[in-house]
T-cell receptor, first 111, second 115 residues
């Protein structure tokens, strides 16, 4: 699976948009970009995934660059409950392979 | 999304005893389940992958005789930590995927403390 690079930490004011970047310059054509988050002492929570088109759901938006070498997860109106570690993972789906977690980005949403 | 449930959420056991953690997929058939371990302030580390009805595939450095994984049905996998020691104290998390699509879902995690 392609390696990803994320900033170790970010801050965001409550109510503002949180934009979390991820670099995956070695991504291959059949690898998807997945985002999960882990709130302290809980299991990871699925957020969103995409292949090459931008995606949006009730939690977030995923913007993938045209060359697919990077992506940005956008939380449009961050709340205090969005404070968590966010993981960007690229993987071939339905491959039977597990998600390999890097260190992720620790997002702190402040009042 | 699909629901994966773990039990117990917290367990304390004495050193030398064995403890079992269950992972259930509540609303889908889990063809593949994964077990992770997470130490404080560290990321999740994959321990093993199990397919229903098959022996688990363990990651390098994970003792298969110590961490027994059973995936006997499409909705249940168990992790048994045998002869537990204090260094086995950790947060254990399972995840599962099925035939419904591309996403892997995680359980709530189980805290194991060995005293």
């Amino acid at each position: 699976d392609a390696k990803t690079t994320q900033p170790p930490s970010m801050d965001c004011a409550e109510g503002r948009a949180a934009n979390l970047p991820c670099n995956h310059s070695t991504i291959s054509g059949n690898e998807y970009v997945y985002w999960y988050r882990q709130i302290h002492s809980q299991g990871p929570q699925y957020i969103i995934h995409g292949l090459k088109n931008n995606e949006t759901n009730e939690m977030a938006s995923l913007i993938i660059t045209e060359d697919r070498k990077s992506s940005t997860l956008i939380l449009p109106h961050a709340t205090l409950r969005d404070t968590a570690v966010y993981y960007c993972i690229v993987i071939i789906t339905n491959s039977g392979y597990a998600l390999n977690f890097g260190k992720g980005t620790s997002l702190l949403v402040t009042p | 999304g699909a629901v994966v449930s773990q039990h117990p959420s917290r367990v304390i056991c004495k050193s030398g005893t064995s403890v079992k953690i269950e992972c259930r997929s509540l609303d889908f058939q889990a063809t593949t389940m994964f077990w992770y371990r997470q130490f404080p302030k560290q990321s999740l580390m994959l321990m093993a992958t199990s397919n229903e009805g098959s022996k688990a595939t363990y990651e390098q450095g994970v003792e298969k005789d110590k961490f027994l994984i059973n995936h006997a049905s499409l909705t249940l996998s168990t992790l048994t930590v045998t002869s537990a020691h204090p260094e086995d104290s950790s947060f254990y998390i399972c995840s599962a995927t099925g035939t419904f699509g591309n996403t892997i879902y995680f359980g709530e995690g189980s805290w194991l403390t060995v005293v």
